[in-house]
């Protein structure tokens, strides 16, 4: 069965840089492309970015853009999200998800990054 | 950025009843809209996709509609597990976004 198993969690300072992992199974990561998605405390669901399976071409939402890179590594079957340059309103869970046809279909357990001082 | 609303922000119902939420999209995004149901703690679950089309695995009580720029999710005889915290969202273009939430409560 489809999995996203994420790593855990994160206490970061401000303006520094944090990398969350997203190990997928039960499927070819090299079929579907990833996107993440981020949750602040008691908020909405927030896009970051996402990378096609087809062409590695990536896009991020504009809230982070210059400080966020979406990665995948096939040889592990993991992706990579890493955020730079942390500030307090990044604080927020994490989740990947698989990109199924064109939408977000199976999701990562969450990983939660705290930003603080 | 396309915006997406959805109305009531929180809903209050029973057992059985037949339950309703919109989502209205700034533009038109065709019918590349999904809905997700969350629990707390919990990541998101795809219940619809292209508007209308039912994820494997999902109960047939709901069901989604709409097209452009209006969208339904509709709950036809909410049960106990359905209190949960609901969100559409646009895959029109290539920047995704989410609706703010509507959050089912037990009335």
């Known amino acids: 069965q489809v999995q996203l198993v994420q790593s855990g969690t994160e206490l970061k300072k401000p303006g520094a840089s944090v990398r969350v992992s997203c190990k997928a199974s039960g499927y070819n990561l090299t079929s579907y492309g990833i996107s993440w998605v981020r949750q602040a405390p008691g908020q909405g669901l927030e896009w970051v970015g996402w990378?096609?399976?087809?062409?590695?071409?990536?896009n991020y939402a504009q809230k982070v853009q210059g400080r966020v890179t979406v990665t995948t590594d096939t040889s592990t079957s993991t992706a990579y999200m890493e955020l730079r340059r942390l500030r307090s309103d990044d604080t927020a869970v994490y989740y990947c998800a698989r990109i199924g046809l064109t939408y977000p279909d199976y999701w990562g357990q969450g990983t939660l990054v705290t930003v603080s001082s | 950025d396309i915006q997406m609303t959805q109305s009531p922000s929180t809903l209050s119902a029973s057992v059985g009843d037949r339950v309703t939420i919109t989502c209205r999209a700034s533009?038109?995004?065709?019918?590349?809209l999904a809905w997700y149901q969350q629990k707390p703690g919990k990541a998101p679950k795809l219940l619809i996709y292209?508007?209308?089309s039912l994820e494997s695995g999902v109960s047939s009580r709901f069901s989604g509609s709409g097209s452009g720029t209006e969208f339904t999710l509709t709950i036809s005889s909410l049960q106990p597990d359905d209190f949960a915290t609901y969100y559409c969202?646009?895959?029109?273009?290539?920047?995704?976004?989410f609706g703010q939430g509507t959050k089912v409560e037990i009335k």
């Open positions: 990378i096609s399976a087809l062409n590695g071409y990536r």
């Open positions: 969202h646009q895959y029109n273009t290539y920047s995704w976004t």
């Open positions: 292209k508007a209308s």
């Open positions: 533009q038109s995004i065709s019918n590349w």
